[in-house]
C-alpha cells in the first residue's frame, strides 16, 4: 500500500508524519483491497484553522473520502481516520451481506 502525504501551507513535521501513518497503516484491517491512500493536510496562513482530507483507492475502482476541518490537526487527523473506517468497515459489510445471501423461495 502507497502512502503520499502533502501539506500545503503548513510544515508537516516528522511527528505529524509518522501518526498519519501510525494510523494509515491499520486501514486494511477494515479493508484489504486498498493499495493507494493519498492525505492532504492543509493549513490557512494565519489562521489555525486546519484541514485533513483522506482518499483511499481500492480495487475495482473503489474511492472512499474522508475530509475533517478544525483548531487541532491532530483532532483533524483522527476524525478524518474514523471517517474513512467507517466507511471501509460499511462497504467491507456490504460485499459480505452481497455474497452470502440468498433467495429463500428458490428452496422450495
Known sequence: MDIRITGKHVDMTE???ARIEEKIAKLPKYYNSIYDVEVIVEGSEGATVGKVEIIARAKHNNVFVAKHTGDDMYVCID???KKIESQ???HKQKQRDNKHSHDATSEI
Open 15 to 17: 511527528t505529524n508524519r
Open 79 to 81: 476524525e478524518a481516520v
Open 88 to 90: 471501509l468497515r460499511k
